[in-house]
Every structure is written in C-alpha cells, then in structure tokens.
C-alpha cells in the first residue's frame, strides 16, 4: 500500500506540473526516483555508518559534497567548476555551528546524533544558498541597467551589484523564518515528531526542534551574506554576466 500510494503521489505531481506548464514535470519524475534509490541505498549503509566517528566523518564529507554540487549547478550556468564556490556559503554557516555543537556538549560525539544534525543543518545551507544566488544573478540580469548606472555614478564593481541584488537574495530567508514563526501553530517539524515517536517526552522533543530551528537561522544568514559577497566581486555569476 505503501508504494502504491508514493507511485499515484508522484504520477499526480509530475502532471499536475506538465499540465500546469510549470515547466518541471520531468525533474518531479527524476527527483522522485532519485529519493526513492537514495534512501534505499542510505538505509543499507547508516546503520554502519554511525558506529564509527571516521565512517561518520566520511558521510557527512559525502553529504557537503552533493550539497555543493547540487547548489551550484542550481545557482550558475558557468562551464567548468565555478559552482565548487558553492562550498564556501554552505561551509560556512554548517562548519561553526557544528563545531559550536560538538564542542560545547550539546551535540553527543556520537554518528547516530551527528548525521541527522549535519544533515538537517547542510539541507538549510543548500536551499538558501540555492535561493540566495539564484535570486541575486536574476535580479542582476533583469536590472543590468542599474547596475551600469550606479558604475557610472562612481559605484566599485562590489557596491554596483550588492546594491541591486542584495534585497532579492535576502528574501530566501523567509521560508526559515515563516517555519520558525509558525512552529506549533501550523507545522510539527520531523524532528519534534521523530523525537515523541521514538518516546521522548513532548518537553525534550521540542527543547531540540528549538535548538533546530535557531541553529538553521544562524546556518542560512551567513549561507546568504557570503553568497551575497560571492556575487558582488563577481565570482559566481553565469556566462553573459560580468565580462569587463
């Protein structure tokens, strides 16, 4: 019943995208096989995975690694490895809340406690970062006009562009701060869920979705400024852009 019930799900998505001509029916049939062979091949080797800090190490490496790629695919066209600047927004906002974690004691030293975190923690990462850049080079390209004008009032290269883009990229922060505000109101995040599930009382289960959502508000401003200081000095951008 299971699967029938995901195959009429994803049959339903991808023509409801097609007929709504949204442009996105065949990646909504790739996304779902994609899921579907993904967490398959996760629920053979986690269990593994989490009995070793090296292992662990090694899957939360994995897991950057894809976030990178998949954000900077999504944010330029450029040919080559320009998207690998992905890994400095995403590196950035994760790496010193981990650290902060880890350190302090909050988060136990232990794979099954740091890959859900880590996860959870690059998935923000990703979407703003995604959000962020895509939104600013947008911005850039349909207000090149400005762009040029403020260059020619006496604006650097940097200022010209974070002047224009910078509010549009802002916005990608808005879907975690509407989840954050809402918390409770309208949704029960998985973490909050997984933890009553697994028998937590309802006091621990949402002391941690606190912690969850704060910490993904930290991870997903600084994704967003650092994208934002990428963009303005010209270093993730798209083919037709920036060639001065």
Known sequence: MLGAAMAVLLVAAVLVAGRGMLGYGRDV??????????????????????HALWST????????TVA?????RRITDEPGWSWAWAAAPIAGGVLP??????GSGLLPAKGLSV?????????????ATSLAGRRALDELTQRHGEVEAALALGF???????????????????????????VGLVTLPGAFVGMLLGGSSPV??????????????????VAIVVVLELVGRGLVRRPVQWRR
């Open 29 to 50: 049939a790739r996304a779902g096989a994609r899921a579907v062979v993904q967490l398959a091949a996760v629920a053979l080797v986690i269990t593994w995975v989490v």
């Open 57 to 64: 190490a090694l899957f939360v490496l994995v897991m950057f």
């Open 68 to 72: 990178v790629r998949t954000a900077g």
């Open 97 to 102: 809340v981990l650290v902060l974690l880890l």
């Open 115 to 127: 890959v859900p975190v880590a996860g959870i923690l690059i998935g923000g990462a990703l979407s």
């Open 156 to 182: 650097e290269d940097r200022e010209a562009r974070l002047e224009i883009c910078r509010t549009a990229a802002a916005t990608s922060l808005v879907p975690a701060l509407d989840q954050t505000r809402t």
């Open 204 to 221: 621990a289960a949402g002391a941690v979705q606190l912690f969850v959502l704060v910490a993904l508000l930290a991870v997903e401003a």
